[in-house]
């Protein structure tokens, strides 16, 4: 077979293909033949199918009630304002209030989740209030101050009102070393009304 006879063989099986594909109709509502139907059909139930094994019909179960997840650790508290006073009232803050260190990383912590809202100095002029959100009172404000260490741990865990929460995104002893360094920042600012920078005679001039 020369060449050419070749090339219109398969010219005409070509055409014979075409206009057979067009002549005999796909069924596409059903798959063709399969090869190894278990990779297409699994035999494990699918998550949202129905279920006659279980009496609500569901593949999916609820877990069972109480179930927690790993390494949870409950608080014991919701997030109510009586809990966040019995909060005040029952916790301690497990770090000592002149730990440096951790008071150093409580400062880093606050920049980032803290000050955007209540403003690096904790005065309540972050960033997020001069776009419209409410703005958070002054965290040195004596109301602030009388706030018990548990209190604050529970508005950094619940949120307070237009607070949002923190649990999600704070470990709990980071929000300790949080309190530590607000601690720290509202002792700073008594000492530095108590004793101003400018001696008494200067600052009158002023
Ligand atoms: C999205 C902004 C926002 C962020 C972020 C935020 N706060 Fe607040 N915070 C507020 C607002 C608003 C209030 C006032 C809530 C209210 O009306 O009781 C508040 C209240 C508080 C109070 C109570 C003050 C008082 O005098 O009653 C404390 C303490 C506090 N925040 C600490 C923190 C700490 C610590 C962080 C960081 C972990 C933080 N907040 C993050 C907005 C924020």
């Known amino acids: 077979m020369n060449g050419r006879r070749l ?8 055409v014979l293909l075409c206009g057979l594909t067009l002549v005999v109709r796909q069924n596409l509502e059903r798959p063709n033949f399969e090869f190894f139907p278990d990779m297409y059909r699994s035999v494990a139930s699918k998550s949202f199918a129905a279920n006659p094994v279980f009496a609500d019909a569901r593949t999916l179960q609820q877990p069972v ?8 650790r409950s608080l ?3 997030p109510s304002e009586e809990d966040a ?3 005040g009232e029952e916790l301690a803050n497990p770090f000592a209030s002149d730990n440096r260190r951790e008071t150093r990383r409580g400062a880093e912590l606050y920049q980032s989740f803290c000050s955007h809202c209540h403003g690096g100095g904790g005065n309540g002029d972050g960033a997020v209030g ?3 959100f409410p703005t958070p009172p002054s965290l040195l404000a004596t109301e602030a ?4 260490d548990g209190q604050i741990f529970h508005i950094i865990t619940f949120g307070q009102k237009n607070m949002p929460p923190h649990a999600i995104q704070i470990e709990p002893e980071d929000r300790w ?7 720290s920042q509202q002792q700073q600012s008594e ?3 108590l004793s101003p920078t400018l001696p008494l005679e200067e600052a009158m001039e002023q």
């Open 85 to 87: 006073i019995r909060a």
């Open 130 to 132: 001069l776009h419209g």
């Open 65 to 72: 009630a109480g179930t927690i997840p790993r390494q949870h």
């Open 76 to 78: 014991g508290y919701g």
């Open 7 to 14: 090339n219109l063989s398969l010219m005409i099986a070509l």
């Open 177 to 183: 070393r949080i309190v530590l360094h607000v601690r």
């Open 145 to 148: 101050k009388d706030l018990p």
């Open 191 to 193: 000492e530095e009304m």
